[in-house]
């Protein structure tokens, strides 16, 4: 049955969740999958592994760091090796064993979602499939939570997005009352819903208007409606990057925060006669990012370093996949910005630009 | 599919000292499994990791060509962490090589085409490579004229010397080797600045000429205008750059000018490419 199930896609199916049945069924899930789920810590929620009896804390805005860190640790290790020479395979990478057995994420908003699509397009290329990300990310179903109450920050309706989008995504639970309704839409999504033993048949027709009234409340908007027609080299060379790059004082937290950044940096770290090749994420917003082993640095002041930031996330990245901007308008960067520097002003600035002919 | 970040195991054959001031150290690696020199296939222009476990990895230009078989050869400079410690590394030390990482000299689309190769300082590894690829007896009828325009800062810091010797006694090559500066009477060869150099000696633009060129920035930024004046078109100058890398397969995000990636797209660009890319410095 589940050999069947797992060809077919684009399925979907409506589910009715009795809230009261949520715990039970989350418990049934940790025998076959390792859980994560938002966790409130001081203020602020964040994605971690759920211990065992531990269930989401699905009453939640959205978290402080995005959930990428569930298929894309902040560190992990890549390699070990031996460097003691009696060894007989000294100086030679070892494979990391590592845990890519079934895994969820539970309560991960759309935007979120739809930013680790996104980031795919990265770690999944013709040429290269980067192991670490693609393996975490092929054992992990991603059950997502729509938002009623979109944050004053959110503008993801106008990044092809919105609160109750389903890209990227394998369950969509929308709250209504005292259930969710869960639309199970690929075939992972399917049996995780049949791990957790929600069987009972729902009915999506209040989605449409839920959906229409999150809509309604998302205010903000970023414009990126002409970036595709402007010529790389003009927003380049616009005059507009000392201005927004002024206040910034490169403490990378938006690039951390950011649920589409991949960056990373590689690190041997070693411990007596052994050690590790571990990745570890990297920020653009650093000088050391570029720093050339001569000590020239083609990004050495931050004006360069914030340009590059923006133009990869709404043009170099418009351009080279022509899937929309690198930016989900999940509105971390806007909130936790000690500066206030703001990517929906900074769009804008790049799509008002007229280069002077 | 394999793990691209798993170099290879290779064991350093032979350690030359490159240069006089012993700068630069030009290492023959062999590959310790069957197999992986095959898995390596490469072409002139390329690059890979050097990956020294303990230390890390850095991205090096391949020295040797494809038409040498049995070892990999790289000439490094010595610079940062792993560049010192490759420095002092033994013969018979294990390490590993990843890659070929990047684009290469489009010298399957040079066939029949007269080529001048202008080289400064330790850029000049991948042309040497070239070189060898194209003096290949099995190639060398495939290709027009090829002028060398090769420039150090002193006789004693001429890479390949041995080579360039016997080079400079062919007559399928024309070899225009440069210093900046020299006291010694015996330096019967250029005197001046690569572009100095190129002016006088490159031939002229034609429709079937290009120019391949590795070097500093300064020797780049100041022998385009030479080009231009020879009449060389954008399209037909081809250029190697470099950044700092990580991974070098176009996944860790820091070595993109504009939105390509110097060590997937490139390293090799025409110089009309480059054009419509951001210069980064600026």
């Known amino acids: 049955m589940n050999e069947t199930l797992s060809i077919r896609a684009n399925i979907m199916k409506v589910i009715n969740i009795d809230k009261e049945k949520w715990a039970s069924g989350v418990e049934s899930l940790t025998s076959t999958y390792r859980l994560f789920g938002p966790v409130k810590e001081d203020d602020s929620h964040n994605f971690k592994e759920l211990k065992k009896g531990e269930l989401p804390d699905l009453a939640y805005g959205n978290s402080k760091l995005s959930p990428k860190s569930a298929v894309f640790p902040p560190s992990e290790a890549m390699f070990t090796y031996s460097l003691d020479e009696k060894n007989e395979n000294h100086h030679i990478l070892n494979d990391v064993k590592k845990d890519y057995s079934p895994r969820a994420v539970l309560g991960i908003r759309p935007c979120d979602a739809k930013a680790v699509s996104l980031v795919r397009m990265n770690f999944d290329t013709k040429e290269y499939r980067d192991p670490y990300w693609m393996d975490a990310f092929e054992a992990t179903t991603f059950v997502g939570l729509a938002c009623d109450n979109p944050c004053s920050t959110c503008f993801c309706t106008s990044t092809g997005c919105g609160p109750f989008s389903e890209e990227g995504l394998d369950v969509l639970l929308v709250e209504n009352g005292n259930a969710y309704i869960a639309k199970a839409l690929t075939a992972k999504g399917e049996k995780l819903m049949d791990a957790a033993g929600f069987k009972t048949a729902g009915d999506d027709s209040a989605i449409a208007a839920k959906k229409a009234a999150a809509e309604a409340k998302i205010t903000a908007s970023i414009e990126t409606d002409k970036l595709s027609e402007k010529v790389i080299m003009d927003l380049y060379d616009a005059p507009i990057w000392d201005d927004i790059s002024f206040s910034c004082i490169n403490c990378c937290t938006c690039t951390y925060a950011c649920p589409t950044c991949w960056c990373f940096d590689i690190q041997d770290e070693n411990k007596g006669l052994s050690g590790v090749r571990m990745r570890n994420w990297d920020s653009c917003m650093t000088p050391l990012f570029t720093m050339h082993g001569s000590g020239h640095n083609p990004r050495s002041q931050k004006k360069q370093r914030v340009r590059q930031r923006f133009m990869h996330k709404l043009k170099y990245f418009l351009d080279k996949y022509q899937k929309g901007i690198m930016c989900v308008g999940c509105g971390r960067c806007v909130q936790q910005c000690p500066v206030n520097i703001d990517i929906r002003t900074v769009s804008k600035k790049m799509n008002d630009y007229v280069a002077a002919s | ?282």
């Open chain 2, 1 to 282: 599919m394999e793990n691209p970040y798993k170099a290879y195991p290779v064991r350093i054959d032979s350690i030359d000292v490159a240069t006089q001031d012993k700068s630069l150290r030009t290492f023959k690696f062999v590959f310790l499994n069957e197999g992986d020199e095959e898995k390596f296939a490469y072409e002139s222009g390329q690059f890979a990791e050097l990956s020294i476990p303990g230390k890390g990895e850095i991205p090096i230009g391949i020295a040797s060509s494809p038409t040498e078989k049995g070892f990999v050869k790289f000439t490094v400079f010595r610079t940062g962490l792993v560049t010192n410690h490759l420095h002092n590394m033994k013969v018979g030390d294990i390490m590993g090589v990843r890659g070929p990482l990047g684009n290469s000299y489009p010298l399957k689309d040079l066939e029949g085409k007269n080529i001048v190769i202008i080289g400064a300082g330790f850029a000049f590894t991948t042309l040497r490579s070239t070189i060898v690829y194209l003096l290949d007896p099995k190639n060398r009828s495939r290709f027009g004229n090829i002028d060398v325009i090769y420039g150090a800062r002193n006789p004693g810091m001429i890479l390949y010397k041995d080579e360039l010797t016997v080079w400079e006694k062919r007559d399928d090559i024309n070899m225009h080797i440069t210093v900046d500066s020299t006291d010694d009477p015996s330096w019967t060869y250029h005197t001046g600045f690569v572009p100095t150099i190129t002016e006088t000696q490159a031939p002229k633009a034609d429709e079937n000429t290009y120019a391949i060129m590795c070097g500093p920035p300064m020797m780049l930024k100041f022998t385009k205008p030479v080009l231009d004046k020879l009449g060389y078109s954008h399209d037909k100058i081809i250029m190697s750059l470099e950044n700092r890398m990580k991974c070098g397969i176009g996944i860790c995000g820091r070595c993109n000018i504009g939105k390509e990636l110097i060590c997937k797209d490139g390293p090799v660009f025409t110089l009309e490419q480059l054009k419509h890319m951001p210069e980064e410095d600026t």
